[in-house]
């Protein structure tokens, strides 16, 4: 298939071909609206960028000689080796992961690193073999720390991992906003009419992301009377083998809104006797495809995906390496989507009558 030129795509959006080389390469000389624009119509005209090239341009601006890679691994760092596939969100960063490569004309090789005969040194001697400098690390679900034995793949690889933050080592990572992800919601479930808020999340997942959740939501109470600023559930884990947990803190506090992230929540407060949402309202704060009639916010896991890949390469072309004392961030913004588990707006309330 014949490759799509920056000529054609500077004639389709009337700007110049150093215009269309500098907005695909994200140069901040060009205006934002105009570099989606012009990256809008670079993809619906099948544009995809030459790898080979790229690095060649990389080389020659540093001085140093063209090497020749086409494939990046990705990194399943997930407990279970289906996760790219079966895991409820973990899909979404890996097709916008697989997206944003073939825009940038590379392929994805899948590593699972809770393979047990998988190491760093044996990880590092077969991307070597491939010709792969980079890899992107997705399933960071449960922990922060990345695994030992793969030191020698961090120590000396271009590497970046999506979903949260992690610790020794600290590499660059793209994830949601988690902060103001909670922000968002309880500015939506105010206007709502909600005044009884309250957050419904395991401790340990809010620690994962340096609790964030809880720090958005307290900041969100603010705007609250303080009589309504309720304190959270952080017991979910126990609450799942025993729901009177649960139940005893919902009666203890009454609130009226929910912001969680787990659907069985949904199956708790029913079992309480509470209708939804006429008695109480739930808000997800990771919508998924399973539970797409809830109120909640879209983390954008996809586009999460893709800025990693945008990061990567970039190491790639600058030939950086290794862990960094700063490594950068990429923080996503999550957006609000209505849904049945919220009352409606006014103006909802309008049309249906």
């Known amino acids: 298939m014949q490759r799509v030129s920056m000529a054609t795509i500077a004639a389709k959006a009337g700007v110049s071909k150093n215009a269309v080389s500098l907005a695909l390469r994200g140069d901040p000389q060009i205006p934002e609206a105009t570099r989606l624009r012009i990256e809008k119509i670079a993809a619906a005209l099948g544009y995809t960028k030459n790898p080979v090239v790229a690095e060649l341009m990389s080389e020659l601006h540093k001085g140093g000689h063209p090497g020749y890679r086409r494939t990046l691994a990705l990194l399943n ?37 809770h393979d047990p005969e998988l190491d760093g040194a044996r990880l590092n001697r077969i991307l070597r073999a491939r010709g792969i400098r980079g890899a992107l690390v997705v399933g960071m679900m449960n922990e ?32 949601v906003d988690h902060h103001a992800l909670v922000l968002e919601a309880m500015k939506r479930v105010i206007a709502l009419g909600y005044r009884r808020p309250a957050l419904v999340i395991e401790a340990r997942i809010d620690a994962l992301v340096e609790r964030r959740f809880s720090a958005g939501m307290w900041v969100g109470q603010q705007a609250l009377p303080a009589r309504s600023r309720l304190p959270g559930f952080y017991d979910v884990d126990a609450a799942r083998k025993d729901p009177r947990r649960f139940h005893a803190w919902l009666t203890r506090h009454e609130p ?25 309202g739930l808000v997800q704060l990771e919508r998924r495809p399973k539970s797409a009639d809830w109120a909640g916010m879209d983390q954008h896991n996809d586009r999460a995906g893709a800025a990693g890949i945008d990061l990567l390469v970039a190491m790639l072309h600058r030939r950086e390496s290794g862990t960094d004392a700063e490594p950068r961030a990429t923080l996503i913004g999550g957006t609000w989507v209505p849904g049945v588990t919220v009352r409606a707006q006014p103006s909802e309330l309008a049309s249906t009558s």
Request: proline share 9%; glycine share 4%; net charge negative.
């Open 144 to 175: 922060n720390r990345l695994p030992e034995r793969f030191a020698p793949t961090w120590e000396t690889l271009s590497c970046v991992v999506t979903g949260v933050r992690t610790h020794e080592p600290t590499l660059p990572f793209c994830c």
């Open 77 to 113: 760092a997930y407990p279970t080796a289906s996760a790219f596939r079966s895991h409820p969100t973990i899909p979404a960063y890996v097709a916008g992961a697989q997206a944003r490569a073939a825009f940038h004309g590379y392929t994805l090789d899948e590593f699972w690193l």
């Open 256 to 280: 009226d809104v929910l912001l969680t992230l787990y659907t069985t929540v949904k199956t708790w407060v029913e079992d309480a006797g509470l209708r939804v949402p006429d008695d109480i």
